[in-house]
């Protein structure tokens, strides 16, 4: 790092260029300086959803790509994440007053005999990273606990993952005793994990297998986008 880089004030930057800032702390994983960057734009009078949706969701789209692309990695990812988190807890209350839009809800969980959570946080943090509402549901879920959130919470989406081929067939059992209570239309169903292929996907009844956070994204913006033009 040069001497130059180090003598940024993000105080003393324009609007435009603490917002590209940002998206560069967010890249590196910056905590502090998202924080502080977040509390400049508020300061200076910017709606809680621009700073989120300029600032922190596009930032976290710009990183999407590079882990699609094999640029960046699950540690790095994950560093970005918490800067966004970070910046997040600042807004959640302050979005929450001003009623801002949500692209959508998600109840997310490993199934039921499975305790593996590092591919699911991470799709976790990157769908909030999008500017959806996500309430995780950890590891080990059986069929009730998915059910009783997705009604309790009124989510939009269920995402289910597994990494052991033992476990998988268990994501089954979810979407047919959805179907078996009439309630499969009311949602998208993502799956996702190492074992998994679009095959396995379609044979359960899923809507989307989703290869990555990267994909999980993407795929739930688009099914989201499609279910709001059926339902207006």
């Known amino acids: ?120 946080n991470l799709v976790g943090m990157m769908m909030e990273g999008a500017g959806f509402e996500v309430v995780d549901l950890g590891i080990n879920n059986a069929v009730e606990s998915y059910i009783e959130a997705l009604e309790k919470e009124d989510a939009t989406i269920l995402g289910m993952s597994a990494l052991l081929t033992t476990t998988m067939p268990y994501m089954k059992v979810v979407i047919d005793t959805l179907v078996e209570k009439g309630m499969r239309d009311d949602y998208i169903v993502l799956v996702g994990g190492a074992p998994l292929n679009e095959e396995f996907g379609k044979a359960i009844g899923a809507d989307a297998y989703c290869r990555d956070a990267a994909v999980a994204v993407e795929t739930a913006k688009e099914w989201s986008a499609r279910k709001h033009n059926q339902t207006a």
């Open 1 to 120: 790092m040069s001497d130059e880089e180090e003598d940024i004030i993000l105080s003393e930057l324009s609007d435009d260029e603490l917002v590209l800032q940002m998206h560069d702390d967010l890249y590196d994983g910056l905590k502090d300086e998202i924080t502080e960057g977040v509390n400049i734009l508020l300061g200076r009078g910017w709606m809680p959803y621009d700073v989120l949706t300029k600032a922190l969701v596009e930032g976290m789209r710009i990183v999407g790509i590079d882990f699609r692309d094999g640029i960046l990695f699950v540690p790095e990812v994950l560093l970005a994440a918490n800067a966004m988190k970070a910046g997040m807890s600042i807004l959640k209350p302050l979005l929450a007053e001003t009623g801002a839009p949500r692209l959508g809800k998600m109840v997310i969980g490993t199934v039921k005999g499975d305790i593996h959570d590092i591919g699911k």
